[in-house]
């Protein structure tokens, strides 16, 4: 199966390496070379007999008129964009060179209602759309990522392969039509946020005891076999083990970007929560914590518990919070 692949980034060139190491052909392009180079330089770090594998796989192009071109209608598209403009302005592009049939998808953290309207818009084009939620972080994109789909079950069944190719084992499922993935996606991400935070305060907790704990050993015995068992509680033992105080990472935590006053996920879900009548009290208090973050002192116990949460989305998203 060959697809077309917008978006070579932290997530999207670790999927696509993992969609060609699956049998999955992709045409590849992404806005600026870089990126490209990067995938071919880890695709030349690989071992013989993968380099093997995927040698006739991959295609990379500079230019969206040839990925549209070296794909055969019905042709599959999968963005792995930054959620907003980019999403619209590449949408608008593929409009005019799309083919009726042809299907486009969503993998990126895109708001539900913006995903219902592309949707729309694309209809007009006879263009299908498709949201597929990814979750897992770089770990999961490169080893095989949980995927929460939106869309017909007509489309649904068509790119099923190369879902189940992206998708760790059991890790894709139908959730319904367009823009139920997003939807979920979203609400998974303000779940995250809650448990973060409550793992940043736990270890600020700890740090400032009396006992003088060792939080490389108790991290060690939260994740084996406790009920708190975790990535999340794994990533962050593996910070403490590289860095226990963790002093190169900022207390500025952010969520969708470098700010703590950038908004995500997170503040989507409150939105949604409290349009539906839901009390979310830990979401948002948690995505409160990361838009006054800035505030708090670096040497302070929040600024530590601050710290636990940003090196966490460091372990596996790779977001900028390490300190320059």
């Given at each position: 199966?060959?697809?077309?692949?917008?978006?070579?980034?932290?997530?999207?060139?670790?999927?696509?390496?993992?969609?060609?190491?699956?049998?999955?052909?992709?045409?590849?392009?992404?806005?600026?070379?870089?990126?490209?180079?990067?995938?071919?330089?880890?695709?030349?770090?690989?071992?013989?007999?993968?380099?093997?594998?995927?040698?006739?796989?991959?295609?990379?192009?500079?230019?969206?008129?040839?990925?549209?071109?070296?794909?055969?209608?019905?042709?599959?598209?999968?963005?792995?964009?930054?959620?907003?403009?980019?999403?619209?302005?590449?949408l608008?592009?593929?409009?005019?060179?799309?083919?009726?049939?042809?299907?486009?998808?969503?993998?990126g953290?895109?708001?539900?209602?913006?995903?219902?309207?592309r949707?729309?818009?694309?209809?007009?084009?006879?263009?299908?759309f498709?949201?597929?939620?990814?979750?897992?972080?770089?770990?999961?994109?490169?080893?095989?990522a949980?995927?929460?789909?939106?869309?017909?079950?007509?489309?649904?069944?068509?790119?099923e392969?190369?879902?189940?190719?992206?998708?760790?084992?059991?890790?894709?499922?139908?959730?319904?039509?367009?823009?139920?993935?997003?939807?979920?996606?979203?609400?998974?991400?303000?779940?995250?946020?809650?448990?973060?935070?409550?793992?940043g305060?736990?270890?600020?907790?700890?740090?400032?005891?009396?006992?003088?704990?060792?939080?490389?050993?108790?991290?060690?015995?939260?994740?084996?076999?406790?009920?708190?068992?975790?990535?999340?509680?794994?990533?962050?033992?593996?910070?403490?083990?590289?860095?226990?105080d963790?002093?190169n990472?900022?207390?500025?935590?952010?969520?969708?970007?470098?700010?703590?006053?950038?908004?995500?996920?997170?503040?989507?879900?409150?939105?949604?929560?409290?349009?539906?009548?839901?009390?979310?009290?830990?979401?948002?208090?948690?995505?409160?914590?990361?838009?006054?973050?800035?505030?708090?002192?670096?040497?302070?116990?929040?600024?530590?518990?601050?710290?636990?949460?940003?090196?966490?989305?460091?372990?596996?998203?790779r977001?900028?919070?390490?300190?320059?």
């Amino acid at each position: 199966m060959k697809i077309g692949f917008i978006g070579l980034g932290r997530m999207g060139k670790n999927m696509v390496l993992h969609l060609l190491e699956k049998g999955i052909e992709v045409i590849a392009w992404n806005r600026s070379p870089g990126p490209i180079e990067n995938l071919k330089f880890e695709i030349s770090n690989l071992n013989s007999n993968l380099k093997l594998k995927i040698k006739n796989s991959l295609t990379t192009t500079q230019l969206i008129d040839d990925l549209v071109g070296k794909l055969d209608s019905p042709r599959i598209i999968w963005l792995m964009v930054t959620a907003g403009p980019a999403v619209d302005e590449l949408l608008n592009q593929l409009a005019n060179k799309l083919k009726p049939g042809d299907l486009v998808i969503d993998g990126g953290n895109s708001f539900y209602k913006d995903t219902l309207r592309r949707a729309s818009e694309l209809k007009n084009h006879g263009i299908h759309f498709m949201d597929a939620g990814t979750s897992g972080g770089i770990e999961g994109a490169r080893n095989g990522a949980c995927i929460m789909v939106g869309g017909s079950q007509e489309d649904f069944k068509r790119v099923e392969p190369v879902l189940k190719a992206a998708a760790v084992p059991e890790g894709y499922a139908h959730l319904g039509p367009v823009g139920s993935g997003h939807f979920a996606k979203t609400v998974h991400n303000g779940i995250e946020y809650g448990m973060m935070e409550a793992i940043g305060e736990g270890a600020a907790i700890l740090k400032y005891s009396p006992f003088n704990y060792d939080l490389r050993e108790v991290f060690r015995i939260y994740n084996n076999g406790s009920i708190i068992e975790s990535r999340l509680v794994g990533w962050s033992l593996a910070e403490f083990r590289s860095d226990p105080d963790l002093s190169n990472i900022s207390s500025v935590i952010g969520s969708a970007g470098t700010s703590g006053k950038a908004k995500g996920e997170g503040h989507w879900t409150v939105k949604l929560a409290k349009k539906l009548g839901v009390d979310v009290p830990v979401i948002a208090a948690s995505v409160k914590v990361r838009d006054s973050s800035d505030q708090d002192k670096e040497d302070s116990p929040n600024g530590f518990r601050n710290k636990v949460v940003a090196a966490m989305r460091w372990q596996f998203g790779r977001h900028p919070v390490k300190k320059s």
